[in-house]
């Protein structure tokens, strides 16, 4: 028998098995075998095979091109395409190996796994590694906890990443993994049109742990669907031919049908595009992830304003190079006030356009227009968490011995500017800012312009006198827009005196910017005296009052040549949120050779000598009384000598005096017992502890109206169960921001003024006057009588 004559045989015998599977008999097992095994590479050999997974490869790493592509707005633009492509290329190598030598799952992942080691270093952590190549110590530990810890990392970490730490592992892991399984499907398994299953689920992940904008998304998914849609038909026309022994028959209309297809979804996609596409932005997971930072918990920079003038006037505190002389620095922006300070937030308070403190990448995206400098920072005797910076952030690098421990500690808040280390910085690290200083426009364009939009944390409460100044000064500006306003507000309150209250020449001035403080800086307007503290906080409160989105900013000014900066340079200064120039700087403050020199520059009434006056004349002597009593009468005993009546006397005190042994005196104990307790909280001689005190007073005075806290809960959520239980309390004496004003008096680095405390205790009292509103007036008595305050609190 010749070839040809078994060639016919064949094809007559498999004519003859598909017309009885159309009549519904059973498949041959040979049939059943071969269609398992038709389409893996093992059933062609030489060019084909060569050409099948070169094919292959190339759709699973144009495929890892596009997942790339959306990796760009997270990442930036530049070793990105080194990680995922290489990672990708590792993925496929294994692939084609494992399959070659038909090795099972395990041999497969432990090739995997060592090339992952091998070349990790280069493509995930180029700066760890020994020339950028070999594998250390650092990168190896990287390695190994990125594909853990990297995922979470990149969704808390503000964008463009870039190289830090071990966060490109994940897009490595992505293109390793999802281009070793397309491959793996392609080659070995008995349904190769899913194979590029993995390479779309890549996609999509690499869209999910994005930003919410994407890198020509519908460029990307209309390129996806032709790769994907190419791939699959070529993979079925594979398997064709495999289960026809070979023969290879192109079928053009097959193919014209896959071009027409595909053009009739690219024409729709572009035609549904203006309608699906919405003006907010693309939900993703970065932002369904909670923020790990809560800037809530440290105390406001702001408080220890006054201890740069008294402890470290003349102290260096840190030093910078590469900055213009007279540059701000800002340490922290403040943009919550509570009445009491005024406090850092973020987008997770009640400010929505606060910002978020985020972990940031090589670089920070910022469109600021500016001249852009690049100094170094190196800290002396300045401690803490808050970072200071120059103008706007465009990168940040630390350096030294802790340079690791502090990137990763570091969070930056784009909005405000502010930096912070939850590590803590101290004396002797350092490390260089690239950053832009804003352009400020002109007066006259201040002037002009009106108030952005913009949603701030709420500044309550405001006081009547800042609102009553407001109104009064209004009237001054020449026109009635939210620059003329701030302008004219800025001008009047640079007509005070400058004053700390430090030297003994100065006019007494009060540490704090509370409400009492700015109050009384504002009670009398042609004397107004005070420092930056005040001054900034007034106008920041005469701009919201006027309802012109304000803030306060705390820093220093850069004064000396040799760049040091000292305790002496604080300042604090206002910025106002106008359209079209975004957050401007306004200075409030007199300049410092305003001094007073007198209380008044009233006349004074000058008092007259006092002068004694005589001594009256004495009296004539007058002549004696007469005694009138007719004669023969009696003379009257009882009007020349008294006698007291004890036995009346006796009986009067044992009818009265029971009553008030066994009623009066207790309820005189217990009242005299609460007032003593509380003069004692009032008068302790630590200031923080009469600030402990004052709450101790809310929670006892609720205990005895009949609602105890939870004894072990913090302050802020007994607060949160009495504004639940008492609803007589009002906004002004809102018990969590008594309680979160104790917190930061308790635990926090600053000092309190005795100024700061009364105030703390009169808000105090009208807290408690709202829990005594919120019940009877027989339940008040009862409360005033209870004894369980005294009671062990458990």
């Known amino acids: 028998m010749s070839v040809l004559d078994w060639v016919d045989e064949r094809r007559d015998r498999l004519a003859e098995r598909v017309a009885g599977l159309r009549q519904g008999a059973p498949v041959p097992a040979s049939l059943r075998t071969r269609r398992r095994t038709a389409t893996t590479i093992h059933a062609v050999s030489g060019t084909a095979r060569t050409l099948w997974i070169t094919v292959d490869a190339v759709a699973a790493l144009t495929m890892l091109v596009l997942v790339t592509v959306a990796w760009l707005p997270t990442y930036g633009n530049g070793w990105v395409w080194v990680a995922s492509l290489g990672g990708g290329l590792i993925g496929a190598a294994v692939a084609v190996v494992a399959a070659l030598h038909r090795w099972d799952a395990a041999r497969t992942v432990g090739l995997a796994l060592a090339a992952y080691l091998a070349f990790g270093t280069l493509l995930a952590m180029p700066s760890a590694g020994l020339g950028q190549v070999l594998p250390t110590p650092r990168s190896l530990t990287g390695l190994l906890q990125g594909p853990v810890l990297g995922w979470k990392a990149m969704l808390t970490l503000q964008p463009p990443i870039g190289e830090t730490s071990y966060l490109y592992v994940p897009v490595v892991l992505v293109g ?37 904008t994407s890198q020509a998304p519908l460029l990307v998914g209309l390129a996806a669907l032709f790769v994907v849609m190419v791939w699959t038909t070529n993979r079925r026309a594979q398997q064709r031919r495999s289960l026809v022994l070979g023969h290879a028959v192109v079928r053009w209309p097959q193919v014209v049908t896959a071009v027409l297809v595909i053009a009739v979804v690219t024409g729709l996609a572009v035609a549904v595009r203006p309608v699906l596409d919405t003006t907010g932005p693309r939900r993703t997971l970065r932002a369904l992830v909670a923020q790990p930072l809560d800037v809530q918990r440290y105390p406001s920079p702001l408080q220890a304003f006054r201890l740069n003038l008294t402890d470290n006037k003349a102290t260096t505190l840190f030093t910078v190079t590469g900055a213009p002389a007279g540059t701000r620095i800002r340490v922290a922006t403040l943009d919550g006030y509570d009445g009491y300070t005024y406090n850092v937030s973020n987008s997770r308070s009640l400010g929505a356009d606060s910002g978020a403190f985020q972990r940031i990448g090589s670089r920070v995206s910022d469109s600021t227009v500016g001249q852009q400098v690049t100094v170094t920072v190196t800290m002396g005797a300045l401690s803490g968490v808050w970072v200071p910076t120059v103008g706007k952030t465009l990168a940040l690098s630390f350096e030294g011995g802790r340079s690791v421990a502090l990137a990763d500690a570091f969070h930056y808040n784009q ?16 490390y260089t800012e690239l950053a832009v200083i804003p352009a400020q426009p002109s007066r006259s364009e201040i002037l002009a312009a009106s108030a952005g939009a913009i949603r701030l944390p709420p500044a309550d409460p405001i006081p009547d006198a800042v609102r009553d100044v407001a109104a009064k000064w209004a009237a001054l500006a020449p026109d009635s827009n939210a620059g003329a306003l701030v302008t004219t507000y800025a001008d009047q309150l640079k007509l005070g005196y400058y004053s700390n209250g430090i030297g003994p020449e100065e006019a007494e001035s009060w540490a704090g910017h509370n409400v009492a403080r700015i109050s009384d800086l504002l009670k009398n307007t042609q004397q107004m005296v005070g420092d930056e503290e005040q001054y900034s906080v007034a106008l920041a409160l005469l701009a919201r009052a006027a309802g012109i989105p304000a803030r306060v900013s705390y820093g220093y000014t850069l004064r000396s040549t040799d760049g040091s900066v000292q305790g002496s340079d604080v ?20 300049p410092k050779d305003r001094r007073l020199t007198s209380l008044s520059n009233q006349p004074q009434s000058v008092p007259r000598p006092q002068v004694e006056n005589p001594p009256a004349p004495p009296q004539k002597p007058g002549s004696l009384e007469q005694d009138t009593t007719p004669p023969g009468s009696v003379p009257d005993v009882t009007k020349k000598r008294f006698s007291l009546d004890w036995a009346l006397v006796g009986k009067v005190a044992a009818v009265g005096g029971i009553p008030l042994v066994f009623v009066i005196a207790p309820v005189a104990l217990i009242i005299g017992l609460k007032l ?3 003069r004692s909280r009032m008068s302790s001689g630590d200031l923080v502890d009469r600030v402990a005190g004052g709450w101790a007073e809310i929670i006892d005075r609720a205990r005895d109206l009949g609602q105890t806290p939870t004894p072990f809960a913090t302050r802020t959520e007994q607060a949160e169960q009495l504004v ?51 019940v009877s007036v027989v339940a008040r008595v009862r409360a005033s009588l209870s004894v369980r305050s005294f009671r062990r609190y458990r």
């Open 571 to 590: 300042t604090a200064w206002t910025e106002v949120y106008l359209a079209g120039y975004g957050w401007v700087a306004m200075d409030a403050t007199p």
């Open 676 to 678: 003593r307790r509380r």
């Open 176 to 212: 390793l993994v999802s281009v070793l399984g397309s491959v793996t499907l392609a080659l070995r398994s008995g349904r190769p049109m899913s194979a590029p299953a993995p390479m779309v689920a890549a996609l999509v992940l690499a869209f999910l742990l994005g930003v919410s």
């Open 724 to 774: 639940k239980a008492f609803t007589g309390l009002t906004e002004r004496a809102d018990p969590r921001v008594l309680a979160r004003q104790a917190d930061m008096t308790v635990f926090g680095p600053g000092t309190v003024t005795p100024g700061q405390v009364s105030t703390y205790w009169a808000t105090v009292d009208e807290a408690m006057g709202g829990l005594n509103r919120s």
């Open 415 to 430: 909005g405000s500017g502010t930096g912070i280390v939850t590590a803590g910085l101290g004396q002797g690290d350092s």
